[in-house]
């Protein structure tokens, strides 16, 4: 998924707007409805909405860092799909997509990093949004998730929660994954299924590690630790995944897990902070989209 271009401008200094007023004009932009006379002395706002819906665009309002107030504005999101040989009709249920520009890459036989970076090649945006098949996003998730200055920081983490559907599931999400509270932003490692990255970091690590079948985003994260270090956290910025399912699912998932990090050469400090409660989630995206 690609975050287009966002724009962002200061209302005149001392312009403000209180938060409840804010969220009603955020919702007439989101959903603008026709214009009555008792709301005319902000026809503004009622203006943009308008002009907002006939294009596809989206305009928030935030409080500026000093006084007034902030408005970020999103073009039209691009959404790149690959698909690496699905047979459950999933192509045909994209192909029908006519809500969001959509372009489906078809990549039968693919490895979850190649399939990755033949997305992100394809994409025409500067900042790179990345989730995976089998999630729930939120729906504020990409918001939230661009809201930080991914330019600046080249990395921003988003999070993840469990979406269990029996009481197995309930359980292993309590048991293996952490809260927010137990999260450390400084150095949490996010898991691609939640994470935004400019595609110059990207090109700078050399992508995705094709050659590795599973674990690919732990290796990937700690190579961009390398360079961009430390990544900005969105905490609100929220996937919603579902824990496998059984005991012997969930074996199969770490011993995975445990094969990539011996085939990717990661070290066993770097495998214990892996298991560390601010981690214990990251590596959980190859499982979604590679099983």
Known sequence: MRPSAEAEAEAEPGTTLPADDRELADWGRATPPLVPGAVSRRMGLFVVARLAARH??????????????????????????????????????????????????????????????????????????????????????????????????????????????????????????????????????????????????????????????????????????EKYRPFAFAPQAIVHFRPRASIGAFFKQYYLYARGDGVGGVHLAQALRRAQPQRAVGGDATGDSGE
Not at 64 to 70: D, E, K, N, Q
Not at 139 to 168: A, I, K, M, N
Request: hydrophobic share 40%; net charge negative.
């Open 56 to 225: 596809g665009i989206r305009v928030r309002l935030r409080p500026a860092s000093g006084a007034g107030l902030t408005a970020l504005v999103w073009l039209p999101d691009e959404v790149v799909v690959c698909d690496g040989g699905s047979t459950d009709g999933s192509l045909e249920v994209l192909r029908r997509e006519t809500r969001f520009p959509l372009q489906v890459i078809e990549r039968p036989g693919s490895n979850i990093s190649q399939g990755r970076n033949a997305a992100i090649m394809a994409a025409s945006g500067d900042v790179i949004a990345s989730t995976d098949a089998g999630v729930r996003l939120d729906p504020r998730w990409l918001e939230e998730l661009v809201g930080q200055d991914v330019s600046l920081s080249h990395v921003v983490s988003g999070f993840f929660l469990p979406d269990p559907q029996t009481p197995f599931e309930a359980a292993m999400g309590a048991t293996v994954l952490p809260t927010l509270k137990d999260i450390q932003p400084e150095e949490f490692l996010p898991s691609s299924r939640s994470v935004a990255f400019t595609k110059a970091a990207w090109q700078a690590v050399g992508g995705y590690p094709e050659w590795l079948d599973y674990g690919e985003d732990l290796v990937f994260d700690f190579t961009l630790l």
